[in-house]
Nanobody, 119 residues
Framework: VQLQASGGGLVQPGGSLRLSCAAS????????MGWYRQAPGKQRELVAA???????NYADAVKGRFTISRDNAKNTVYLQMNSLKPEDTAVYYC??????????????WGQGTLVTVSS
């Protein structure tokens, strides 16, 4: 199983970016999908998560600005980021809980994509 994240880049404050993370390989089902971020000198933190049923959870710092969604047919999770701030600058990682069969589930991480918010 592999997760491929994309969509990061340089954006001005107030701008928008959309991150994508596609899972591939031996996949029976994906339960939770999420995005985390790690800024320089800081610990990795949860940004947003979504369950297989569509329930979502957001960090307080991004509520109202970021939206997480998923396309189960494509095994892909998205993060729409609007009204970006310099403090959103970080490497963003996706994480999926993937079952390769009905009994074997584990967490997989993407490689990270850099988001830089600067004028």
């Amino acid at each position: 199983v592999q997760l491929q994240a994309s969509g990061g880049g340089l954006v001005q404050p107030g701008g928008s970016l959309r991150l994508s993370c596609a899972a591939s390989g031996s996949i029976f089902m994906i339960t939770a999908m999420g995005w985390y971020r790690q800024a320089p000198g800081k610990q990795r933190e949860l940004v947003a998560a979504i369950t297989s049923g569509g329930s979502t959870n957001y960090a307080d710092a991004v509520k109202g600005r970021f939206t997480i969604s998923r396309d189960n047919a494509k095994n892909t999770v998205y993060l729409q980021m609007n009204s970006l701030k310099p403090e959103d600058t970080a490497v963003y990682y996706c994480k999926d809980t993937i079952f390769s069969d009905p009994w074997d589930g584990r967490d997989y991480w993407g490689q990270g994509t850099l988001v830089t918010v600067s004028s």
